[in-house]
């Protein structure tokens, strides 16, 4: 067993735990339930502007992109204008791609000892993991869409539309919503890997498993209450509106799973700005992918140069031309 996932398995288990005996055991409903999705709340987007403001006023003294083709160069030389990009409209579809496609994931590599070429190291390309980050993000994308339904009255017709879809496959009652299974699977996939891959074991952190424990278990405990033990909608609607329009009610015959969910998310949110998953907020401000590579065509001044004092070799050898004479040293004027 390894500490760097049994601390934050433990971790995740203890805030399930908390949340259902809290509101099983000790009735704390207003705790679990109002106070703690307010304070996440207020966490999550205060400690994400603040990482962001953070970011934006770093220096970027230097033009770092990455570059990934064949930079503008002679008129008979193809470019490569979204991989090596030389004007915002390049750095643009770059990034497009990048934030809905993953593009760069998509080259991913494995390398291995190859046996039978007496364990040469080969590197081949790896697609699955491209394939299960997609799955997951836009999952969890479509999840958080469709759990607006909660928070909006009336529900708009967009969000039914997308309610159908995701439920097309029509399978048992209530039916089956496609983004909710993926959504675990996916995550379980991404869990597995960190876990079974020596080669990404040996570079994962607690960091790295404790939220995706945390989508697990809010994916879980999503999954138990809607096809499982079923839960009250109703009221539960009428608590998420009461949190929404600052009104809060706690509404009666909702158990310990809804607000151990809830608790979870609250979890999630208040921990994202200091995590990981803030790489949502930095891709836009990576040097690596927002800047043009225009290195050699333009001259790029640092602005936060200063003026140096410099002292040229002329002045150096007229300070010290007599002394150098003497000494035999060569000099560049005799006088
Ligand atoms: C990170 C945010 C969240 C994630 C990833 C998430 C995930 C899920 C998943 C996967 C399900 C299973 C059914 C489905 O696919 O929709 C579910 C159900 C549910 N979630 Fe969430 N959830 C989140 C936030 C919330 C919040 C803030 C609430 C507060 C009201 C909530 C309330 C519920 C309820 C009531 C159900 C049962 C729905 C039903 O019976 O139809 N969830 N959740």
């Not at 983004?179 to 996916?186: H, K, P, T, Y």
């Not at 607000?259 to 803030?278: C, D, E, G, N, W």
Request: net charge positive.
């Amino acid at each position: 067993m390894n500490q760097k996932y049994m601390v934050p398995l433990a971790g995740v288990l203890l805030l399930f735990l908390l949340a259902y005996a809290g509101v099983e055991g000790a009735g704390m409903q207003w705790f679990f339930g109002i106070i703690v999705p307010y304070v996440a709340v207020i966490a999550f987007v205060g400690g994400f502007v603040r990482r962001v403001m953070g970011w934006a006023a770093s220096a970027v003294p230097f033009r770092i992109p990455t570059t990934c083709g064949q930079q503008k160069s002679l008129p008979w030389i193809k470019q490569n204008c979204i991989d090596n990009p030389d004007k915002a409209s390049g750095v643009f579809m770059r990034m497009v791609l990048e934030i809905f496609l993953f593009r760069s994931l998509f080259r991913n590599t494995k390398a291995a000892f190859n046996r039978n070429e007496k364990n040469k190291l080969t590197y081949s390309w790896e697609i699955f993991l491209w394939v299960g980050a997609l799955a997951f993000h836009y999952s969890f994308l479509v999840v958080i869409i469709r759990h607006l339904r909660f928070f909006l009255e009336p529900v708009p017709s967009c969000l039914k539309f997308l309610e159908f879809f995701d439920g097309i496959v029509q399978l048992g009652l209530p039916g089956l919503f496609i983004s909710g299974a993926v959504l675990l699977l996916a995550a379980l996939f991404l869990l597995a890997r960190r876990i079974f891959d020596a080669k990404v074991s040996y570079i994962s952190l607690a960091a790295d498993y404790f939220p995706l424990f945390l989508i697990i278990g809010i994916a879980a405990s999503g999954i138990a209450m809607r096809y499982f033990t079923k839960v009250d909608i109703i009221g539960i609607k009428s608590f998420t509106m009461g949190l929404v329009t600052f009104h809060p009610v706690i509404p009666d015959g909702v158990g310990g799973l809804f607000y151990a969910h809830i608790f979870m998310v609250s979890a999630l949110f208040a921990y994202f700005p200091v995590s990981k998953l803030m790489h949502m907020g930095g891709i836009f401000l990576s040097p690596t992918r927002n800047m043009a590579n225009n290195n050699r065509a333009k001259r790029h001044v640092n602005p936060w140069n200063y003026a140096v004092d410099i002292h040229t070799y002329e002045q150096y050898e007229d300070h010290f031309r007599e002394k150098m004479i003497d000494a035999g040293l060569p000099v560049d004027k005799k006088e």
